[in-house]
């Protein structure tokens, strides 16, 4: 219900799903990739706590920056109900600038980890090359 009407999971869900998956998958010879995490700081401590605990060193964080006017269009592409409302999209912008962007301020002056920032106004498939190169996948 929460992901319907465009809300967050708590921040307890997201940890707790982080560390279950590690705890009963992660074997220290994989490589790992979060996509469209941290979303709050108290999630990004968290996940810095874990990848600690698992000795990950200088972890990358990769940022797909877009402008204001790319992202509205490609939230209205996707087609999510919330953001066809009129105010959904508004909405989620806002929130992007006052929960998200504190925690890529935070990876950015974290020394702890390497940030990468990318154009994401490119198309997808050059955007995927160039994190494909990235992570040596």
Excluded at 50 to 68: H, M, Q, S
Excluded at 112 to 126: D, H, I
């Amino acid at each position: 219900i929460l992901m319907e009407q465009g809300e967050l999971q708590p921040a307890a869900l997201c940890v707790w799903l982080w560390s279950d998956l590690l705890v009963n998958n992660f074997t220290g010879q994989q490589q790992l990739i979060f996509d469209g995490t941290s979303r709050t700081l108290i999630e990004a401590q968290a996940l810095e706590s874990l990848l600690r605990f698992y000795g990950f060193t200088k972890p990358k964080v990769i940022l797909l920056e877009v402008d204001e006017a790319v992202a509205q269009d490609r939230l209205r592409l996707r087609g999510r109900a919330d953001d066809l409302r009129p105010d959904g999209i508004t909405k989620r912008l806002t929130w992007f600038a006052t929960s998200v962007r504190p925690v890529i301020d935070y990876y950015k002056n974290n020394s702890y980890y390497q940030v990468v920032t990318l154009n994401a106004a490119r198309p997808v498939a050059e955007i995927q090359q160039e994190i494909i190169g990235l992570l040596w996948l």
